[in-house]
């Protein structure tokens, strides 16, 4: 069974500061996607950015990009020139690239942006 | 642009009632997700389908059920509702990865 493991429960940051977001998981898969989720508080759901592992180049997608180092199985998300709508909670997530796939979650982290 | 759509934003049921979480998307796809958020514990899932009148147990399945007799509708079905079952109810679709598209989510409350 797949794990994903977010160890910092909240964060805070001031605007236009960087800030990373840490995340782990365990798998013995070799094919899989991990995911990046933002959940303001409309609740709903937005994919952020989405890494294969079979690339070795780290995912990008304008202010946020992610250091994922397979070995390691980390996954971190990295927000640049944080603005206050990054105000939301953050998940990260686990699919296996294998037929009729779930995605494992992990616990997720708040993160507060200050004006 | 997909769209999956949970039937109520907020719901208030009483202890012992039946409760139907409805969830419809519009993109054809095959898998469908029931999850349940709450705070620090993420999101859980509690039932999955592949299929039309197929579902799997996921990992917390315990006091649920789930129906789907239709490929865009997938039911979430509390047969005695109960007051640990308050939380926030999502649901998802996909076609497989690598992506999954969620609803808006359900904030249940039994009392």
């Known amino acids: 069974a797949q794990t994903v493991t977010q160890s910092q429960p909240e964060m805070s940051v001031q605007e236009a500061e960087t800030v990373t977001l840490s995340c782990t998981y365990d798998?013995?898969?070799?094919?899989?996607?991990l995911f990046w989720y933002k959940q303001p508080p409309s609740r709903q759901m937005i994919l952020v950015i989405r890494?294969?592992?079979?690339?070795?180049q780290n995912a990008t997608e304008n202010r946020f990009s992610v250091n994922f180092q397979k070995a390691a199985k980390s996954f971190s998300l990295k927000i640049s020139d944080s603005q206050l709508g990054d105000t939301a909670m953050y998940f990260c997530a686990f699919m296996r690239d294998f037929g009729n796939e779930k995605l494992t979650f992990g616990t997720g982290t708040r993160l507060t942006i200050i004006p | 642009d997909v769209k999956v759509t949970q039937s109520s934003r907020y719901l208030v049921k009483r202890t012992g009632e039946k409760v139907f979480l409805e969830c419809v998307q519009d993109m054809d796809h095959e898998n469908m997700f029931w999850y349940r958020q709450d705070p620090g514990l993420g999101l859980r899932l509690i039932y999955f389908s592949y299929d039309v009148k197929m579902k799997e147990k996921g990992d917390i399945p315990e006091g649920y059920s789930v129906s789907r007799e239709k490929k865009e509708r997938f039911s979430l079905i509390l047969e005695s509702a109960s007051t640990n079952q308050t939380s926030m109810y999502l649901c998802?679709?996909?076609?497989?990865?690598?992506?999954?598209?969620f609803g808006q989510g359900t904030r249940l409350t039994v009392v």
């Open positions: 890494q294969e592992a079979y690339k070795q």
């Open positions: 798998t013995s898969e070799n094919n899989y996607y």
């Open positions: 998802a679709s996909s076609f497989g990865p690598p992506e999954a598209f």
